[in-house]
C-alpha cells in the first residue's frame, strides 16, 4: 500500500511516498507497528496521526491495501 508523508515524517522516510507489504486487511495500529520497525525514528515523534482516505484515524480502524493513507505529524502553531 501507499503511504503519503508529510512534514518530518517525509525527511525520516526520505520520500514523500512510500510502498508498504501490508496484509490485505489490517488496523492502523499494526501499520503503525510496521512503520515503526522499519523507520524507528518515527517513534521518537512525540505523535504522529494517520488518515485514512482524508479522515483522521483510531488505532483500531481498519485499512485496505485500496486506501490512501497519510502520516500527519505533529503540528506546531504560533
Excluded: T, W
Excluded at 510496521?34 to 517513534?43: A, N, T, V
Amino acid at each position: 500500500m501507499k503511504i503519503l508523508a508529510f512534514g518530518i515524517v517525509k525527511d525520516i522516510f526520505s520520500n514523500a511516498v512510500i510502498d508498504v507489504d501490508c496484509k490485505n486487511e489490517s488496523s492502523v495500529d499494526a501499520l503503525k507497528n510496521i512503520l515503526e520497525k522499519k523507520y524507528p525514528r518515527l517513534s521518537q515523534l512525540g505523535s504522529y496521526m494517520i488518515a485514512v482516505n482524508n479522515e483522521y484515524a483510531s488505532d483500531d480502524d481498519r485499512i485496505n491495501e485500496n486506501d490512501e493513507i497519510a502520516i500527519i505529524p505533529p503540528v506546531s502553531g504560533g
